[in-house]
């Protein structure tokens, strides 16, 4: 098997656990939230997180190395259309997951005091959760148009 062909596979690969990690987890801590129930959200909120840790940074990490090392090998022009798209399209979506990290870190904080003090959920932890879901809403679109652009390589 040649050096590029493995390079594509773990590019596919971690393209998938960022996708579909990311995805499980927005729709299970999207619809805990839903429940209002303090243990099932600190529950779910402290594995989001440990999925990203786990899953979806290194996937972020392997992506752009993956890619960069495959675009060297393959003779492509680093300025070709679909290439350029995907780059800025991945530096946004990264614009939109950092904060979004930050916010889970501190959103499954705050429901594990929750739960320990047997109190409800802080408006704080309210707000956080529209502002995460505004910022998924946003990046989970740009992931499936750069799926597109890597698969159909447009020229224009």
């Known amino acids: 098997m040649n050096t590029y ?22 729709y299970y801590m999207f619809f805990v939230n839903r429940t209002k129930n ?11 997180v440990r999925a990203d840790y786990w899953f ?7 992506q752009p190395l993956s890619g960069f090392a495959m675009v060297s090998m393959s003779g492509y022009s680093w300025t ?3 290439l350029v798209g995907t780059y800025v399209l991945f530096v946004l ?4 997951w950092l904060p979004v990290v930050w916010l889970q870190i501190r959103m ?8 320990l003090e047997k109190s409800e959920m802080p408006q704080q932890y309210w707000r ?16 499936i ?12």
């Open 145 to 156: 148009v750069i799926f597109g652009l890597m698969v159909l390589k447009p020229s224009v």
């Open 38 to 48: 303090v243990a099932a959200i600190a529950e779910v909120s402290r594995l989001v």
């Open 108 to 115: 499954a904080k705050m429901a594990k005091t929750a739960l």
């Open 128 to 143: 956080y959760a529209r502002i995460w879901t505004r910022l998924g809403l946003i990046a989970f679109p740009l992931t």
């Open 56 to 62: 979806t940074t290194p996937a972020v990490i392997i």
């Open 80 to 82: 070709e259309t679909w």
């Open 5 to 26: 062909l493995v390079l594509k596979w773990i590019h596919i690969l971690s393209s998938v656990a960022l996708v579909g990690v990311g995805f499980g987890s927005a």
């Open 93 to 96: 979506m990264g614009a939109c």
